[in-house]
């Protein structure tokens, strides 16, 4: 009938399968945090280590990004612009991060969301992408448009959420729980005041559009999404960081273990459920349950593997081989 749900539809999936959509939704949620906690991880990493070891890294870090690209091309193209990517470009920045006055890195934070806008109008990035769209190297700029402002994660606006964790490293390092909480508190209420200002001001244009959208997903990330997910991840990392303060979270936890080998769990699962699984006729159709169950219990298996694996201080995996080169 007319007005019905396509079954392709996000909304009608989020009908018919509520929690499956919500632990999707939830698991959106990793990807910023992954890029703010490492930029906490760099400033943490430049306090023991030189400058020149963590530009290896992050060169290194770049290479299995590319190789991620070539082993996985039902997903990704040469040119894909992934987290990988980003978390390895801003690991060169990490240097110069570290010279600019404190001061400044809430500025650099604001320009970089600011750029963002001005180049998602300029290189008129649609309000809805898709993994065809942001593998698209056909269009002017070709890769590095795509690493710019429109692959999955593009450095604008994604590196200012990578320069956010640079900045607040030191307030987890040296105990203080109360600037943490301020800047989610802030990062909630600007998201609230642009959703508000999106319902005062329904029809707009250019900059101003992509200011007050309010999207369904962070691709591509707009502020109203962006304020959304730092606000959440800034208050996220707070409390945790006052339960490990409380109670000391054992280097043999295996979420710990399993932190340590997270690189490698990242691109094994890729290679793993999206390119060899694309081989077999159960691609995309295997039903909602059995899926989340398989999905569950490959995470108990990374969780064993990574208990067992920290005994050999992970000979062997990805972050070995970071070590190797740094």
């Known amino acids: 009938y007319p007005g019905a749900l396509s079954k ?181 209420a600007l998201m609230g005041l642009l959703g508000l200002l999106s319902l005062l001001f329904p029809r707009r244009s250019g900059i101003v559009e992509k200011l007050l959208y309010i999207p369904g997903s962070f691709y591509p990330l707009m502020p109203v999404m962006f304020f959304l997910l730092t606000g959440g991840v800034v208050l996220t990392v707070a409390l945790v960081r006052r339960r490990e303060l409380r109670r000391p979270i054992a280097a043999a936890n295996p979420i710990v273990c399993f932190g340590r080998m997270s690189l490698t769990a990242f691109i094994v699962h890729v290679f793993v459920f999206k390119q060899l699984l694309s081989f077999t006729p159960y691609y995309r159709k295997i039903p909602f349950a059995p899926a989340f169950l398989l999905a569950y219990a490959v995470i108990a298996l990374f969780l064993l593997a990574a208990v067992y694996w920290s005994k050999f201080k992970f000979r062997y995996s990805f972050e070995w081989l970071l070590r190797k080169v740094s």
Not at 60 to 78: E, G, Q, R
Not at 92 to 115: E, G, K, M, N
């Open 8 to 188: 392709d539809s996000g909304r009608w999936f989020a009908l018919q399968y509520p929690f499956y959509m919500f632990m999707n939704m939830l698991g959106g949620y990793s990807a910023p945090a992954f890029v703010s906690i490492s930029g906490m991880g760099a400033w943490f990493y430049l306090r023991r280590s030189s400058s020149l070891s963590i530009v290896r890294r992050g060169l290194a870090l770049l290479a299995a990004a590319y190789l991620l690209n070539f082993i996985a091309p039902v997903w990704f193209k040469p040119g894909s612009w992934y987290v990988l990517h980003l978390i390895g470009a801003m690991m060169l920045c990490a240097p110069l991060l570290r010279r600019t006055p404190r001061i400044a890195l809430p500025l650099i934070i604001f320009a970089l969301l600011v750029a963002a806008l001005i180049a998602q109008v300029y290189f008129n990035v649609p309000l809805h992408s898709g993994n065809t769209k942001m593998n698209d190297m056909s269009q002017p700029g070709g890769a590095l448009r795509v690493a710019l402002v429109s692959g999955h994660f593009p450095l604008l606006p994604w590196s200012a959420l990578f320069v956010l964790g640079f900045y607040l490293a030191p307030f987890v390092d040296s105990k203080k729980q109360k600037p943490l909480y301020i800047c989610s508190a802030l990062c909630i």
